[in-house]
């Protein structure tokens, strides 16, 4: 499929954001465009499921998703979020195998499809791409040590203050009164990223709300500082 004009210039402005391609000529880069094709999904639908076949890498072009783990009960726990100009499905890619996750479109979202063969044959072209991909894979290694360090160690309090943390990062702002203002999540998406149950996760906020350290508005929370005096204030 021939990418349209204006999904080449979508792809290419994430290429260049992506560790792996970011190093490349804009020739390369030219080229390189011509092998994705576009795939869209609305919001719910699952890109793929964990164990299958499939060997395409994704790059998110606009909306987000997550990389999630479902048991056969029905839970679920979220290894992450990704947002626009991530990447996933790299493992496969790599290695020929099964995935080793599930990804579900969080958004109506849109991604650029790279086959395997072909990114074998850009990596043989360039194999910078390949040492930067390793860079990339370094990295989530990384933060999966510190979330097993967190399960292993952390009581649900503390992952859930770590959480917060993260989410600042990404994406909170400071009100004047010093609170942290955060998009409401439910009690059910905090427990699935933290590895909780949603009873304890209830428990825990249910804790903090009365001793004024959240408060849980319609849509969103607000964080007092205080929360975090254990652990490094986010900075904003
Ligand atoms: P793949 O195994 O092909 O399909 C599932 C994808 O989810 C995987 O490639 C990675 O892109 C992503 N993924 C799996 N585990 C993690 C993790 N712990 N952290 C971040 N991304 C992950």
Do not use: C, W
């Amino acid at each position: 499929m021939i990418l349209k004009e204006k999904d080449k210039l979508l792809v290419g402005k994430f290429l260049k954001r992506i560790p792996a391609f970011g190093n490349l000529s804009d020739k390369r880069v030219d080229q390189i465009i011509n092998d994705f094709t576009i795939r869209t999904f609305r919001a719910g639908e699952t890109v793929f499921y964990q164990t299958d076949m499939s060997t395409d890498m994704y790059i998110i072009l606009e909306g987000r998703v997550k990389v999630t783990l479902l048991s056969e009960e029905g839970d679920e726990f979220v290894l992450t979020d990704l947002n626009q100009g991530d990447f996933f499905g790299e493992l496969s890619l790599i290695d020929g195998n099964p995935r080793s996750a599930s990804v579900i479109a969080e958004e109506d979202s849109t991604f650029a499809v790279l086959e395997r063969n072909r990114f074998l044959d850009a990596i043989k072209e360039d194999p910078d791409i390949a040492i930067d991909l390793l860079k990339s894979l370094v990295q989530r290694l990384r933060t999966a040590t510190e979330r097993e360090e967190s399960l292993a160690f952390l009581a649900v309090h503390q992952r859930l203050v770590k959480l917060f943390t993260k989410l600042i990062k990404d994406e909170g702002k400071k009100q004047k009164n010093n609170f942290y203002l955060l998009k409401k999540r439910t009690h059910k998406e905090i427990a699935e990223r933290i590895g909780a149950s949603r009873e304890s996760v209830s428990k825990v906020i249910k804790k903090l709300v009365s001793g004024n350290l959240i408060i849980e508005g319609g849509d969103v929370f607000l964080l007092s500082p205080d929360l975090f005096e254990d652990i490094e204030e986010p900075t904003d």
